[in-house]
C-alpha cells in the first residue's frame, strides 16, 4: 500500500511549480487526474523539444504516475464535468494566472459548497499585496525572494540560480501544505484553502541571508570574505561568492585540470573541529599552532591567504582525490558534480534518486526520481501520460458516465477528440 493510496488529486496544474508538487502526490500513491485543455495540453509538452512530435523532456520529467484527461473547463459541459471532479476528488491543485480559475466560474467559495471536504491548493506568484495579480516565472520569484541580490560575486551583477528554488521549490511547500491539510482534515472532516506564494518560498529558502541582513547591526559579517579584503559592508546583505553560508568557512577550490575541466574543483570547509587535520593534511603543520592562525576567530581576516594556500594543494589532487584524502578525516569537502557525472553515477541509480523512464513517443530517458524515500511506501517511477490518454477511463471509472451520458459528453467537444 502507498502512503496517499485513495487520495484522488484534481490536477490543474502547468509549467514548472505545480507539476513537480502532483508528481509528488502521485509517487506517494495518490490518483493524480492531470486535467488539460483539449488539442493543447500543458504547454510544456511542446517547449524545449529535442524528439520532433514527442512530448518534451520538460513534460515528461514534471509529470510522472499522473492521468491526464483533456477538458475544456469554459465549455458549459466541460463546467459540468469540472463540477464532478471536485465532487469526486480530494484535493484540487492549480497554479493558473491570478484570477483564472474565478473567471472559469470556479472561485474557492463556489469549490467549497461542491465539496466541503476538497482541500484548494494554489500556488502565485506573489501573496495579497500590490503585487498580487502579477504574473510570475522562477527567475522573477528568485529575484523577488531575496535569493538573487545575495546570490553571485560582490563585483558582480545579481545571479539566479541553476536551482528552480521558485518553481520546484515552492511545489515542495505546496505539497507539504496539501498532506497537512489532509491530516487536519481527519479531524474536522473539513477541507482547507493552501496558498504559497513563489516570493514567500524563496525567502523561505534564503533565510539565513535575512539573518544576516540584521547581524548587519551588530557590525561587519566576519564570515564572509569581504571582510578580510578590508571592503566595507554597506546596508544590505550582500552577494558572497562561494562563502559558505554558515559559521564555518568554505570555498569552491580548483583541482587538478581545471584548465580544460569546467567542473574540476572541489567545496573546501574548514570546519573549527578539523582545523589541525586540515593543517597537516596540505602540508601547513605550523598553523595549529601559530598565533592568528590556531583559534577560529583569528582566521576570519586571512581567507583569502587560508583558502589560497589550501588551493595550491587541491589543485595537485583531482576533485575525487580531495575527497577520499579528506573524507578519513572528517574534513568536510565535496567535488562540483557535473550533470553529466550524476547522469553516470550509479549509486544515483541503486537508490531509486535517478531512474531510467521508458516512453511510447521518445523511447528511455532519464529522469530524476523522487527524492524523498518512505520505508513503507516505495516509488515506482512510472511515464507521464500522453495528453488525454486517460480521459474515457476517468469519465467511466472515476466520475461514472456511461451509456448515452458518455456519448453526450464526447460528442460535446468538451473532453476533446475522441480517442479509441
Ligand atoms: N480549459 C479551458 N481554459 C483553460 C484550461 C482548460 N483546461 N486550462 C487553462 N485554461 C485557461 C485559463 O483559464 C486562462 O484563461 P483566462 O486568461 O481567460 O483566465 C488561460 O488558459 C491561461 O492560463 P494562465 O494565465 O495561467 O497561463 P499563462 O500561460 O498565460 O501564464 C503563468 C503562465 C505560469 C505565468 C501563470 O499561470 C502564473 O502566473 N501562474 C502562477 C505562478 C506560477 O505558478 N508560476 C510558475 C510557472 S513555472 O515557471
Known sequence: MKALQGI?????????????????LAWFGADVIKVERPGVGDATRKQLVDVPGADSLYFTMLNHNKRSMELNSKNETGKEVLTRLIEECDVLVENFAPGALDRMGFPWERIQEINPRIIMASIKGFGPGKYEDCKV???????????ASTTGFLDGPPLVTGAQIGDSGTGLHLCLGIVTALFQRE????GQK???????????????????????????????????????FGEATPRAGNDSGGGQPGRILKCKGWEQDPNAYTYFIIQAAVWEKVCDVIGKPEWK????????NERLDKLNEIFGTIEQWTMTKSKFEVMDICNPHDIPVGPILSMKEIAEDEGLFATGTMVKVDHPERGEYLSVGCPIKLSDSPVEVERSPL???????????????????????????????AKT
Open 387 to 417: 495528453l488525454g490518454e486517460h480521459t474515457n477511463e476517468i469519465l467511466q471509472e472515476v466520475l461514472g458516465y456511461s451509456g448515452d451520458d458518455l456519448g453526450r459528453v464526447i460528442s460535446s467537444g468538451a473532453v476533446g477528440e
Open 194 to 232: 493552501v496558498t504559497c506564494a513563489m516570493q514567500d518560498g524563496v525567502l523561505n529558502l534564503s533565510r539565513v541571508k535575512l539573518r544576516d541582513q540584521q547581524r548587519l547591526d551588530a557590525g561587519p559579517l566576519k564570515e564572509y570574505s569581504q571582510f578580510g579584503e578590508g571592503v566595507p
Open 289 to 296: 599552532t601559530q598565533d592568528g592562525y590556531a583559534k577560529p
Open 137 to 147: 516565472y522562477e527567475n522573477v520569484a528568485q529575484c523577488a525572494g531575496g535569493s
Open 187 to 190: 479531524t474536522t472532516g473539513r
Open 8 to 24: 484522488k488529486v484534481l490536477d490543474f496544474t502547468h509549467v514548472q511549480s505545480g507539476p513537480t508538487c502532483t508528481q509528488l
